[in-house]
Structures are given as C-alpha cells and as structure tokens.
C-alpha cells in the first residue's frame, strides 16, 4: 500500500475529519497519514485504542515513536498519559493496550536500524524555552541525531512562523489551530512539507502547539527491508 508517497510533494491530512478504519486488532483504529509498504510499513498513523483493548506482544523490528494525544497508553515499561513522548528502537519488544483508552500519533520503522537509545519524556512537566529567534514561540526539544530532529513547540496567538524545510519537514497539530497557504489546520491535522521548500504559518486566535520533526527526508524513505 502507498498513501502519500511521493515525498517530493507536499502532503496534508485533516485526519481530525476522517472516520477511523479498524486494524487487524479488534478494539484499536487508524487514521492513516502516510505509508509504505502491507501491514508490516514505514507509516505514519494516529491510533485509537478503545478501553480494555490490548495488542499481543510484539517486537519493533524497525522501532517505533509516538506521542500520546489522549487517554492513557500502558505496556509493561508503565503508564504514559496524554503528552508524553515515546521512543521504542529497533529490537525493542511490548504488549501496548489502554484500559482506559488512548489516542497516540505513531512513526514507525523509520529509526536508524542501529539505534538503540529507548526513551521517554512528559511534555507537560519538561522545560519549555522561549525561541530567541522566533517571537512568540517556546519549544521543547525532543530528540535529535544526525538524522533527524523532533520537537514540541507552541505558537502565541497570531504569532507568524516560518517553517525551513530544507531536508523536509512534518507538523501535527495537537492542539489549537494555524493557517498555511490559505489552508488551516486543527487539531489531528498533518502536513509534510517536501526539501528545499519552506513557508509560514499564522497561529490561530487561541495559538497553536505542534508536534515537530525535522530533517528526516535527506534520503528517499523506502518500504521496510523484512
């Protein structure tokens, strides 16, 4: 299956809009964003777990990241609410599920096949900084490497945001809303901006907080080797 990719071209989903479509596990859905690849794919996907719903254990051959966006997700390693940030590499095993239920905005295998660095962080309780280059944006650094830089940041009401995408770039909505290319985006929306692009966004009257990676797309993701 490939959705959304050409990542020479710029993507968008307003995934807050679609329906849910079941996956092969009963109790837990997907809005897709994009994917390469069957069941086993370099995706991008927001989950929802139903309460009580588990998935069987499993390995992250490729790894796995993700943010939870509501609810609680819960494996073995512990209970992760809404607004933590999640990092599973290659090799990396669990049994994910939510008795209360979740929602989780989730990458996967899309990590550098020797990685080994497992992490979490709360981003309701780390350290927000203001950006001195940027008016009326605080950003919360997630992880970086040479390959790629992940980040949460939030945007003032009507603060004006330039986004650099010279090695691509991908945004999620969390929560709020902002305006690019006449579009806006809400809560749950996605856009991958292509490399060598750029362009602004204007956040929305209640301001804005974003998920964010960025020079991810150097190299032309491909389908998992399995």
Known sequence: MELNADFTERAVV????????????KGVDRRMLDRIGGEVARATTIVRYAPG????AHTHTGGEEFLVLDGV??????DFPAGTYVRNPPTSEHTPGSEPGCTIFVKLWQFDMDDRHQMSIDTNTAQWDA?????GVSVLPLY?????????????????????????LEI????????????????????????NSSAVAEAGPKGCKVWIKRNHLKETPTAPKT
């Open 131 to 135: 950006d001195p280059g940027r008016a």
């Open 73 to 78: 997700f819960q494996d073995e390693h512990g």
């Open 53 to 56: 719903s588990h998935f069987s």
């Open 144 to 168: 970086a490497d040479e390959r790629e830089e992940v980040s949460m940041e939030t945007w003032d009401a009507g603060a004006r945001v330039g986004l650099d995408s010279s090695n691509g």
């Open 172 to 195: 999620l909505v969390v929560d709020g809303a902002f305006t690019e290319g006449g579009e806006s985006f809400e809560k749950q929306s996605w856009l991958r901006l292509p490399v």
């Open 14 to 25: 307003h995934a807050g809009k679609q329906e849910w479509v079941a996956s092969p596990m």
